[in-house]
């Protein structure tokens, strides 16, 4: 490993742009407007404001588990080591496939890719924006640069702005007061707020999902090459799938999240002046109050949807607008509506059609869970109203897409639009007033909906609702602390993947397993899928609760 | 010239000369005139009456099957008998319209019960399960029944057995509503009617989606389908009505779908709002119904589609468009080179730029339309060339090399210069194959050249569907397209060789 750590140094100081991300409100589909919110305190003004950072942050973040205190001068000064885990760098270097993102784009399958597509994978920006850093994230895709060497780094997601990598380890009065800056300062710095399960929902969806306002879009065309289809996105399962390189600080371990902590290190004061300082500063709630996963389980699917609704009516305004004469992409509809393959009898005919038979129709998983987290809502008094809505903003969004084969793009791209709106609007509120949303008894609500419809044949139907429920279920329940039992899970596990990725992360050389290994048995699964044995196997588990 | 073993082809007479180009002992027809339009295109006109006027016992109703003068008792099913006894399937074609399958059909098409109009009284269904019943009960009741096939019987049923009826031209039968089915260009012409469609009958996706079996019609394969009972005995037997079968078969089905195409894009051209646009089975049907569980990564799957690296022209991604009908239908000059040497001065239909703009994911219905009727009137040219040729009755004798010639044609054309297999599409597979069987058989179930046989067994067991218990794949799940690079290999090797071509 050394050699690869060695040669990465350098290139902390390689200017980069930021990943512009999470613009809250932002309906507009269009590509990027030009130089992007005023004062966006994540978009470097400019490249001597950036930096790609490993090459940095493995000075401090770099250990080896476990943190032995003695030898380490930040656990033994300032006991950071119960602030985070100080091992980051080598979680991420050595287990997570994020830091080979562009590296996996020169081994066999992207020659592939590039030989069929007839463009350069390594260095094209349709594949370069999300499989490595974007430096100029507000220029058109021609005139793009990007930072390629160590796919997706710390930075990529932390911030990329210079200030806060250097404020964020500043002493003072022998304490560090970056600990205890509001969030909101934080960000003036550059740091984005990954605390924030919705500014982390819509970070990962940019690439899990796509953003074509970032020209991060995942076309059938790079699907037909070879690109693996991406996975639906489920934020929780995948915090849970990745390899940690931070702790939940609902986690005892982290002691500084525990009001003896917080005090040791900011006085005895701190939380009387700040009753809700856990949400405040860090947005989790402690966990009698919450059920972090529920809260990550809830906004990832809106935030989800909404990232796909952004997709669609981008696509869509493209194609009704004459700017797309090549219409709408395959890839935003349900691959499984077409990639199945054909018997008699039919389980579909069986089953019956959402429109009329023949038309694809938009991916199930992307409204499944959120129906769920939405009729959840109507009983949480902050989110009630907005609940409402949605069941009519997405039967327009339906309609328009199986008006006629492939969708009715003005119409697509008005209801989809008003789709990712109305996700804004949810997520806003479920955050405005920094109170629990999720104590245990909801997040057994919330996880019993979700068993319904995982169970129900309006879901079972298609395999990747199925799947995207399932994980939603399976990580909600090992949040609550009753986890699924093994020998369920492998039982379930025969009729759809549980997880999106399973241990180990990493061969013996200490490098991460491609993403793309687990997929090939995924896709054969899905492939082999059969409703009935699904659902059996799925009740089995709420027959155990 | 020997003619042991020969293929015959139809061609035309008129202007015939003895000698061509290196052959001076070979008949070669006249170049076709590239404005013709063949006769019995579209329903024959007439108004059309029950086959009990057929069924006489003296006519064709004689109650001996098979025989000549039973024809109707032939085609009958016998209602008193289930499972349904042997007979021609066209009898229960209305029938079909009552069964679960239909009425699930008719639920999924429109959910709203109250909205819904019953497959039987449905005119998108009749047009095909019955014909000329829309004022006969009984007419209908017998769904596809004599006339549909040899046309409304008002202006011959009177004459067509009398001495004069035979010194009619089929050119003037058709005039009088007779569909003459002894020649293959206008019964293939009426059977593609339905079973490929048309500006008035068609399977769209929908339908297909709903329960509808796909149609995938080829002439020769439909007309040896083993529960299809004739009522008839060819007048020219093997071996050479096989490859002229199949032939005009390719190019007619071509046409017929090639109109149904032009006429859908006519009408979304026009704004109709009941004609989805794109169609998408005028997609390949197995480029989408395919799994993607196959695993994407090169260097564990090296002969999946994607590892092959087919050297297609289309875009990474882009369906294929009709690949049953116009991957060999549209070569048909390409055979007609091989059976008629002399080909200077006779265009090929060229369906490249209609394909191109079929394979993009919004193709433009105003140029489609423009394009599709183009390339119709050009279908029309060769159908109305060979139609001729088969009324002369006046056949070229295809050599043992032609019939050589023709395989190395379709199974050469599998494959590109390197060797690499150029259209992993099953159905371009899969008509290749048929094309094969028909030399083949028309060769009267014999190799034409040594070696034959082996790879043919080996294609038809590459595309077969699978079964899976009591459920039957209707898709061809285990097609590895790889495995069809050998047995191609082999018959381009074995009908390149000797000929010094």
């Not at chain 1, 009729?495 to 793309?516: L, S």
């Not at chain 2, 285990?478 to 290999?489: E, K, L, S």
Request: charged content about 25%; overall charge neutral.
């Amino acid at each position: 490993m050394t050699s690869r750590l060695d040669r990465r140094v350098g290139f902390a100081t390689v200017a980069v742009g930021l990943l512009a991300v999470f613009v809250a409100g932002s309906p507009s589909p269009a590509h990027n407007p030009g130089p992007g919110p005023a004062k966006d305190p994540l978009i470097p003004a400019s490249p001597d404001d950036v930096s790609t950072g490993f090459a940095g942050c493995r000075a401090c973040h770099n250990e080896k588990y476990p943190i032995e205190p003695k030898g380490n001068p930040f656990a033994t000064k300032y006991k950071s080591h119960q602030f985070v885990l100080l091992g980051e760098g080598r979680t991420w270097n050595e287990q997570d496939p994020h830091s080979r993102a562009h590296e996996v784009l020169s081994k066999p399958l992207g020659q592939q890719m590039t030989r069929l597509l007839k463009y350069d994978v390594t260095t094209s920006p349709r594949c370069l924006t999300c499989h490595a850093i974007d430096v100029t994230p507000t220029a058109p895709p021609e005139k793009k640069q990007f930072v390629t060497a160590d796919g997706v780094t710390c930075n990529a997601c932390h911030g990329l702005r210079k200030p806060w990598q250097q404020e964020h380890y500043a002493e003072k009065n022998k304490t560090i007061p970056w600990r205890t800056m509001p969030p909101g300062k934080k960000e003036a710095y550059g740091l984005r707020n990954l605390r924030d399960p919705a500014v982390k929902a819509a970070l990962c969806a940019g690439c899990h999902v796509g953003s074509a306002a970032e020209d991060k879009v995942i076309t059938h065309e790079m699907y037909a090459a070879g690109h693996p289809p991406l996975p639906p996105f489920e934020l929780a399962t995948f915090m849970e799938c990745q390899p940690k390189h931070w702790g939940y600080p609902v986690n005892p371990d982290l002691k500084f999240f525990t009001p003896e902590g917080l005090a040791a290190h900011a006085g005895a004061d701190f939380a009387t002046a700040h009753p809700n300082w856990t949400w405040e500063l860090y947005r989790f709630h402690p966990a009698d109050q919450e059920v972090l996963l529920a809260r990550s389980v809830a906004t990832g699917a809106i935030a989800s949807l909404r990232a796909e609704m952004r997709m669609i009516a981008a696509d869509a305004a493209g194609v009704a607008n004459d700017l797309r004469p090549d219409g709408m992409d395959y890839a935003r509809f349900d691959c499984y509506a077409c990639h199945h393959d054909l018997k008699v009898p039919s389980d579909r005919q069986a089953r019956g059609y959402e429109g009329k038979p023949g038309r694809p129709p938009l991916k199930a998983w992307v409204a499944a869970l959120p129906g769920v987290v939405v009729e959840h809502a109507a009983g949480l008094p902050p989110l009630a109203d907005t609940a409402t809505e949605f069941g009519p903003k997405w039967e327009a969004v339906r309609k328009a897409a199986l008006s006629r084969p492939f969708g009715d793009p003005p119409e697509l791209a008005r209801a989809a639009d008003e789709m990712a709106v109305w996700c804004d609007e949810f997520l806003k509120k479920s955050e405005a007033d920094g109170k629990p949303l999720y104590p245990k008894e909801k997040a057994r609500d919330l996880l019993a909906a979700i068993g319904r419809a995982a169970t129900s044949a309006k879901w079972t139907a298609d395999p990747e609702a199925a799947m995207h429920l399932t994980w939603a279920y399976v990580t909600l329940r090992g949040g609550i602390g009753e986890p699924v039992p093994d020998i369920k899970l492998k039982d379930l596990g025969a009729t759809i993947p549980v997880r999106v990725r399973f241990e180990p992360y990493a061969n013996e050389n200490g490098e991460p397993y491609p993403a793309g290994v687990q997929i090939g048995p995924r896709l054969d699964l899905l492939r082999k899928y059969q409703s009935m044995d699904f659902t059996t196997k799925f009740r089995a588990l709420l027959g155990g609760k | 010239m020997r003619i042991v073993g020969c293929l015959i082809l139809g061609v035309a007479v008129a202007g015939w000369a003895v000698g061509g180009p290196g052959d001076p002992g070979r008949l070669t027809p006249p170049r076709p005139d590239l404005s013709g339009t063949p006769y019995g295109l579209g329903k024959p006109a007439g108004v059309y009456a029950a086959a009990t006027s057929c069924s006489a016992a003296a006519c064709h109703g004689g109650g001996q099957v098979g025989r000549v003068g039973s024809e109707h008792t032939t085609w009958a099913a016998d209602l008193s008998a289930g499972p349904a006894a042997p007979h021609d399937p066209h009898a229960r074609a209305y029938r079909v319209l009552f069964n679960d399958a239909s009425r699930r059909m008719t639920e999924l098409l429109e959910p709203n019960a109250a909205g819904r109009v019953p497959a039987h009284r449905n005119a998108l269904c009749l047009a095909c399960h019955m014909v000329g019943g829309e004022k006969d009960e009984t007419v209908r009741a017998e769904g596809v029944g004599c006339a549909a096939c040899h046309g409304p019987s008002a202006n011959w049923l009177t004459t067509h057995y009398l001495p004069e009826w035979k010194g009619l031209s089929h050119h003037e039968k058709w005039g009088r509503g007779f569909v003459p089915t002894k020649n293959l260009v206008a019964r293939v012409l009426n059977c593609a009617g339905c079973h490929v469609g048309g500006a008035d009958r068609e399977v769209n996706h929908d339908l297909i989606a709903a329960g509808h079996p796909r149609l995938a019609f080829e002439y020769t394969r439909f007309h040896y389908q083993q529960d299809y009972r004739k009522h008839w005995e060819e007048r020219t037997p093997q071996p050479d009505f096989e490859v002229r079968a199949w032939v005009i078969g390719q190019a007619v089905s071509l046409r017929a779908a090639v109109d149904l195409l032009r006429a859908r894009a006519a009408r979304v051209a026009k704004n109709d709002p009941s004609t989805p646009w794109p169609e998408v089975s005028e997609g390949s049907c197995y480029s989408c119904h395919q799994s993607i569980a196959r695993d994407p990564f090169p260097e564990s799957r090296k002969d999946t589609p994607r590892g092959l690296a087919s050297p297609h022209s289309r875009a990474s991604g882009a369906v294929p468009w009709q690949p049953w009908y116009s991957s060999l239908g549209g070569s048909a000059s390409e055979y007609h080179g091989i059976l008629v040497p002399d080909r200077s001065g006779v265009a090929p239909v060229d369906l490249t730029p209609l394909r191109k703009e079929m394979e993009k994911r919004n193709p433009n219905p105003a140029e489609v339309a423009r394009l599709a009727g183009r390339a119709v009137e050009e279908l029309d040219a060769w159908l109305a060339f060979w139609q001729t040729a088969e009324d002369t009755q006046t056949f070229v004798r295809l050599s043992p090399d032609q019939s050589r010639d023709l395989g190395r044609v379709i199974a050469g054309g599998a494959l590109t210069a390197d060797g690499k297999l150029a259209e992993y599409d099953w159905d371009s597979v899969a008509q290749r194959y048929l094309g094969l069987a028909a030399v083949y058989h028309a060769n009267g179930g014999a190799d034409p050249v040594a070696g034959w046989r082996g790879p043919l067994d080996q294609l038809r067991k590459g595309l077969a569907f699978p079964r899976s218990g009591a459920d039957r794949f209707d898709s061809p799940r285990d097609y590895r397209p790889a495995d069809t690079v050998a047995p191609f290999t082999r018959l381009r090797t074995i009908t390149t060789s000797r000929t010094g071509r």
